[in-house]
């Protein structure tokens, strides 16, 4: 089965930054979209940036402006390039890969939807 692979966390200073790297473990087929979700301590997992179905790009309103999200077709990767850390974007930081599938005609044909995670990377900011 698909695992994905997220690289590139660490310790920084505020106002420092940081580039994530994710990539499958196998090719992958009729991904929609790709995204980064992150969780901070005690708190839910949110939403911080994803490359829609139609190439546009949407971030969490936390992180517009400081963070930038982009995609290596020919690799099947996906980037976060994270600058002006701050010490509330510590979380541990989640790739996320969204496809549509469908099953065969004689399954009934219907599509559905696959969502692949990646194990997480740990981003910390703080003097």
């Given at each position: 089965?698909?695992d994905?692979?997220e690289?590139?966390?660490?310790?920084?200073q505020p106002?420092?930054s940081?580039?994530?790297?994710?990539?499958?473990?196998e090719?992958?087929y009729n991904i929609?979209?790709?995204g980064w979700?992150?969780?901070?301590?005690?708190?839910?997992?949110?939403l911080?940036a994803?490359?829609?179905?139609g190439?546009?790009?949407?971030?969490a309103?936390?992180?517009?402006?400081r963070?930038?999200?982009?995609g290596?077709?020919?690799?099947?990767?996906?980037?976060?390039?994270?600058?002006s850390?701050?010490?509330?974007?510590?979380?541990?930081?989640y790739?996320n890969?969204h496809?549509?599938?469908?099953?065969?005609?004689s399954e009934?044909g219907?599509f559905?939807?696959?969502?692949y995670?990646?194990?997480g990377?740990?981003?910390?900011?703080?003097s």
């Amino acid at each position: 089965h698909v695992d994905l692979v997220e690289s590139g966390g660490g310790l920084v200073q505020p106002g420092g930054s940081l580039r994530l790297s994710c990539a499958a473990s196998e090719e992958l087929y009729n991904i929609d979209s790709k995204g980064w979700y992150r969780q901070a301590p005690g708190k839910e997992r949110e939403l911080v940036a994803v490359i829609n179905s139609g190439g546009s790009h949407t971030y969490a309103a936390s992180v517009k402006g400081r963070f930038t999200i982009s995609g290596d077709n020919a690799e099947d990767k996906v980037y976060l390039q994270m600058d002006s850390l701050r010490p509330e974007d510590t979380a541990v930081y989640y790739c996320n890969y969204h496809g549509i599938e469908r099953r065969s005609l004689s399954e009934g044909g219907d599509f559905y939807g696959i969502d692949y995670w990646g194990s997480g990377t740990l981003v910390a900011v703080s003097s």
